[in-house]
């Protein structure tokens, strides 16, 4: 019933731009901060940035500058931009919803590939 589908994932040269989107559904999206994950082999999966019902980012250190997290709510999808890509930002990433309040319930996308090489 709840999904969230990621896509826009894709292979970028260094210091190229990338946008991901993720579309929910079977939510309350308005209910849910929004946040995008990745994760490389052999690596664990971080936190890249979160987005708050009411629209509070974070960043993780790593990308600050370069990637923004963003939500339209009327089409239940958020969005990452990443700019200026590096190599180390290679890694699935993955969408990640979790209601506000009750914040056991939580639910995962399928993830989606970033490829940054030359």
């Known amino acids: 019933q709840v999904q969230l589908v990621e896509s826009g994932g894709g292979l970028v040269q260094p210091g190229g731009s990338l946008r991901l989107s993720c579309a929910a559904s079977g939510i309350i999206f308005s209910s849910y901060a929004m946040g995008w994950y990745r994760q490389a082999p052999g690596k664990q999966r971080e936190l890249v940035a979160a987005?708050?019902?009411?629209?509070?980012?974070n960043y993780a250190d790593s990308v600050k500058g370069r990637f923004t997290i963003s939500r339209d709510n009327a089409k239940n999808t958020v969005y990452l931009q990443m700019n200026s890509l590096k190599p180390e930002d290679t890694a699935v990433y993955y969408c990640?919803?979790?209601?506000?309040?009750?914040?056991?319930?939580?639910?995962w996308g399928q993830g989606t590939q970033v490829t940054v090489s030359s």
């Open positions: 987005i708050t019902s009411g629209g509070s980012t």
């Open positions: 990640n919803a979790r209601h506000r309040i009750f914040r056991t319930d939580e639910y």
